[in-house]
């Protein structure tokens, strides 16, 4: 009891440790941009290209790109950036929990069919730990889709200052600003 006790107090510090590290430190890949790619001449230039994710690739406008590139356009971004640095504070958890969960989960089974007496409540936890990483992947899932879709939305926005031109009373023609 002691021990699954310390387990489970070990979990959660790794939890909130990596939750916090992500916050102040996240670079999020942008060591690769001095590679001198395409991609970051364009970015340079001020050339943007929407993003989009199609059966496990990457493309921005009509280029496939790695995961590292569109990390680095989300970065350009500032609302994009903290929404995906969000999603990396629920991602790596997940992947921690999920290395603990399964090994519970392996080792309570194995222990279980061998008639121990911690097999069972070891395993029933490694699948509720394992359903916590699934939930937090889900989730940094979320944040990740919506930092995408914040960049996006970020390339088409139109000003709201607008000079038009608009007709007269007298029939000329006169410059108006529209809000």
């Given at each position: 009891?002691?021990?699954?006790?310390s387990?489970?107090?070990?979990?959660?510090?790794?939890?909130?440790?990596?939750?916090?590290?992500?916050?102040?430190?996240?670079?999020?890949?942008?060591?690769?941009?001095?590679?001198?790619?395409?991609?970051?001449?364009?970015?340079?230039?001020?050339?943007?290209?929407?993003?989009?994710?199609?059966?496990?690739?990457?493309?921005v406008?009509?280029?496939?790109?790695?995961?590292?590139?569109?990390?680095?356009?989300?970065?350009?971004?500032?609302?994009?950036?903290?929404?995906?640095?969000?999603?990396?504070?629920?991602?790596?958890p997940?992947?921690?929990?999920?290395?603990?969960g399964?090994?519970?989960l392996?080792?309570g089974?194995?222990?279980?069919?061998?008639?121990k007496?911690?097999?069972?409540?070891?395993?029933?936890?490694?699948?509720?730990v394992?359903?916590?990483?699934?939930?937090?992947?889900?989730?940094?899932g979320?944040?990740?889709d919506?930092?995408?879709?914040?960049?996006?939305?970020?390339?088409?926005?139109?000003?709201?200052?607008?000079?038009?031109?608009?007709?007269?009373?007298?029939?000329?023609?006169?410059?108006?600003?529209?809000i």
């Amino acid at each position: 009891m002691r021990s699954s006790i310390s387990i489970v107090l070990f979990s959660l510090m790794m939890l909130v440790g990596f939750a916090f590290a992500q916050n102040d430190s996240f670079d999020g890949g942008s060591s690769d941009a001095s590679s001198g790619s395409g991609l970051y001449q364009d970015v340079s230039k001020g050339e943007k290209s929407k993003i989009s994710h199609v059966s496990n690739s990457w493309y921005v406008g009509g280029t496939e790109v790695s995961p590292d590139a569109v990390v680095a356009l989300l970065q350009s971004n500032p609302e994009a950036a903290s929404e995906y640095s969000t999603g990396r504070m629920f991602y790596y958890p997940s992947l921690v929990l999920g290395g603990i969960g399964g090994f519970a989960l392996g080792y309570g089974a194995v222990s279980w069919i061998m008639g121990k007496d911690f097999g069972m409540p070891m395993t029933l936890g490694g699948v509720g730990v394992v359903g916590v990483a699934f939930l937090l992947g889900y989730i940094s899932g979320n944040y990740t889709d919506s930092a995408i879709e914040i960049y996006n939305k970020s390339l088409s926005a139109e000003t709201s200052f607008k000079v038009q031109l608009v007709p007269t009373v007298q029939g000329g023609i006169a410059l108006a600003f529209a809000i």
